[in-house]
């Protein structure tokens, strides 16, 4: 699918979606509980492959209205039928991994053809380590995986430099182990906030985890989650992108983001961000509502070791911003559905802007961004922050634009909904 932008003047009032990262969480951990319901989940692409995948170990899943009704497997997941195809959700991938790890037989996790380049290894030698038997059909890290069960709590090792994920489903799936386990951190954890929203769901389902200072995490075994009723918060990620138009190509009137209550989620920082580059941004904590209205905006240096997700959006941002904005710390972003800080150098550079990317930030002089055709990469994070780069640049394509639905399915619903010029080529 190809998107046409033209230049567009924003006003009005919108909704952020839910958050994908508290749903997934919500979900598989719902799926070990034993009868949950889950209020206001994100129903999306990565979502799907979450609740299909849980359903494929056993759980059953009902959505009513705005809900999602779960009866789970009580710890104790069932093997799978069939081979389990995530699609391309790499969180789906790394959790299912380790619930997989928990049955007494095979399961096969494969995905698209980006899933089959994300690395595993790190996940994949602990889970051996722990006594299942866990394996890449190309030996090479990456899916189709072949997980035998016979998981067993022990003292294990992991690097936290790669992807967050892999702790993230560990944490989820140790308590529910018959013995006691003890997770220790090598060298720095990045994303830290994701294993903050994990511990936090964790908490919620009645589960305990001693987390000492992000460095070592004791679990005591034979627990039982118990995630009786929840409700999913906004999603800052998501929100960026509304929050960012809305301070590029947003009428004088301003415009209203709603639903983004302060939560443990990393890219709650770009209200700072917003507010370091001195965006007119005035975000009310207790109503949940930001009003943005446009301005000049001034380059900054941001560190995103805990929040890769914005890296698109803040490069945009920084591509229009006086001066220069600098983005480090930001290697781990190489490895998310497209290497990201490769994706949007090229692209922002087909836009007429000065950037450089070195291995691990990116170098942004702002400027003028120009029309272009562009590329989406089949990644929802770099297809949104480029339609929001063509709005203020105008004749702007995107290509790949079916890949919102990997996050927010109704994204260009709701930027037209506030008066962006978008037409929709089905291709």
């Given amino acids: 699918m190809k998107v046409s932008i033209k230049s567009s003047y924003l006003e009005g009032e919108i909704y952020a979606p839910s ?24 129903i999306s692409e990565d979502t799907k492959s979450t609740i299909r995948a849980c359903e494929m170990f056993g759980a059953k899943i ?157 679990i005591i075994p034979g627990q039982k989650y118990n995630l009786k009723d929840y409700t999913v918060p906004g999603d800052f990620s998501s929100a960026s992108y509304l929050l960012a138009a809305a301070v590029l190509a947003g009428k004088r ?69 006086q001066g220069t904005t600098i983005i480090e710390n930001a290697e781990h972003v190489r490895y998310k559905e497209t290497d990201r800080l490769h994706a949007i150098t090229v692209e922002l550079r087909k836009m007429g802007i000065d950037i450089h990317e070195e291995q691990d930030r990116l170098i942004i002089n702002g400027g003028h961004l120009e029309g272009a055709d562009v590329h989406g990469w089949h990644d929802h994070r770099i297809v949104m922050a480029l339609t929001v780069a063509g709005m203020v640049a105008g004749d702007t394509t995107v290509d790949t634009a079916e890949s919102v639905a990997i996050s927010y399915p109704d994204f260009f619903e709701d930027i037209r909904s506030l008066g962006a010029k978008i037409q929709i080529d089905e291709e």
């Fill in 19 to 42: 958050s994908k990262s508290y749903t997934h969480r919500a979900i598989t951990i719902a799926a070990l509980s034993n009868n949950s319901v889950i209020h206001r989940p994100l």
């Fill in 62 to 218: 009902e959505q009513h209205n705005s809900d999602l009704i779960i009866k789970g497997v009580n710890g104790h997941p069932q093997i799978p039928d069939n081979v389990i195809d995530i699609a391309n959700s790499g969180t789906t991938l790394r959790f299912m991994t380790a619930i997989a790890a928990l049955t007494d037989g095979i399961t096969v996790l494969t995905g698209d053809e980006s899933i089959r380049s994300r690395p595993n290894g790190p996940l994949i030698d602990v889970l051996n380590s722990m006594g299942s038997r866990v394996y890449s059909t190309r030996n090479n890290g990456c899916a189709p995986l072949v997980i035998h069960g016979g998981v067993k709590g022990s003292d294990i090792q992991i690097g936290g430099s790669v992807s967050s994920q892999f702790i993230s489903a560990l944490l989820i799936t140790c308590p529910v182990l018959m013995e006691e386990s003890t997770i220790i951190i090598r060298g720095d954890l990045k994303s830290k906030p994701y294993v903050d929203i994990t511990l936090e769901l964790i908490e919620n389902a009645g589960g305990c985890i001693e987390n000492k200072e992000y460095k070592m995490f004791k």
């Fill in 253 to 321: 009137t301003g415009i209203t983001v709603k639903n983004i209550y302060p939560s443990r989620q990393g890219d709650r920082k770009i209200i700072n961000i917003l507010e370091q580059m001195e965006a007119n941004i005035k975000w009310n904590r207790e109503t949940g509502d930001a009003i943005v209205k446009p301005g000049k905006l001034k380059g900054v240096t941001v560190d995103v070791g805990n929040t890769p997700d914005l890296v698109p959006t803040i490069a945009v941002l920084g591509a229009v911003a």
